[in-house]
């Protein structure tokens, strides 16, 4: 048994996976009290939005669908038209079992989505900081310029691909693509899900009007926003793909004790 990852790690990753699903669920019933997004600094239900996700009737069959530009896709009992659990139609975007709370309330939504990003933004920053002192980040997500080449990067991913995942002490340090997806959590989607927050906040204006004008109005904010909720969604079903096929059960041990099992290589 090793050592893999630090408790400072080991506790934010708890930590964070809670207040992301709690974030994430309460923002999906906020959305559902306006499904539409939109570019700029306005946008309200008579323009345009780029996005929707929304129900129609056509004839006596009513459907739901999600909308991006002029391209519709059918949605019918997962997105903007389903059934709850006592068999009544609903018209929201999202379904009960997807959002906090479960019934519709745009208030409680909103109370438990500003509360837990407060959890958010103090725990990445403190993380951050613990990161740099210990030298987590310079050790293990600093991307050396050999990692950098493309030969380097295509190896990552022809492995990746073909599920040959690391041996021995290589299975201790984190592979090029795991730096690029953790680097690219810590340093462009957290900040960016904060920062895009702030801006739709109208009381930011009395103290950082440049936030919204640098991410190009409130509506535009409100998109990054989404797109990057959804971001960090795309990275969680990537992430648990690669425990599950990686071997959960010493993964999920090296997360939760630290201690990971070293396989060797054949021959070794």
């Not at 923002?27 to 996700?53: C, Q, S, T, V």
């Not at 990003?117 to 403190?126: E, G, I, R």
């Not at 993380?127 to 310029?145: A, E, F, K, M, P």
């Amino acid at each position: 048994m090793r050592v893999r990852h630090r408790l400072s790690t080991r506790i934010w990753h708890a930590l964070n996976a809670l207040t992301l699903l709690v974030m994430l669920m309460s923002g999906l019933m906020i959305f559902n009290a306006h499904p539409r997004l939109y570019w700029g600094e306005y946008g309200a239900n008579f323009d345009a939005p780029w996005f929707k996700i929304s129900s129609a009737r056509q004839g006596a069959r009513e459907f739901g669908f999600v909308q991006i530009g002029n391209a519709r896709l059918e949605t019918s009992g997962v997105l903007g038209y389903w059934h709850d659990p006592d068999g009544v139609v609903q018209r929201h975007a999202f379904p009960w079992w997807s959002t906090l709370p479960s019934t519709y309330s745009l208030a409680l939504a909103r109370i438990w989505h500003l509360a837990f990003a407060w959890v958010l933004s103090l725990a990445l920053a403190l993380y951050l900081v613990w990161s740099l002192i210990n030298g987590h980040l310079r050790r293990d997500i600093h991307i050396t310029r050999r990692e950098w080449h493309w030969r380097a990067l295509w190896h990552d991913v022809t492995e990746h691909a073909r599920l040959r995942f690391p041996k021995g002490e290589a299975a201790l340090r984190y592979s090029v693509l795991q730096k690029l997806a953790y680097a690219s959590v810590l340093f462009v989607l957290l900040p960016l899900m904060i920062a895009t927050g702030l801006a739709m906040s109208p009381g930011t204006d009395a103290w950082a009007p440049l936030l919204t004008e640098v991410l190009g109005g409130r509506q535009s904010a409100r998109s990054v926003h989404f797109l990057c909720a959804f971001g960090l969604v795309g990275f969680f079903l990537v992430h648990m793909a690669m425990v599950l096929l990686s071997g959960p059960i010493n993964q999920v041990r090296g997360m939760i004790t630290g201690r990971f099992r070293i396989t060797e290589e054949a021959g070794a």
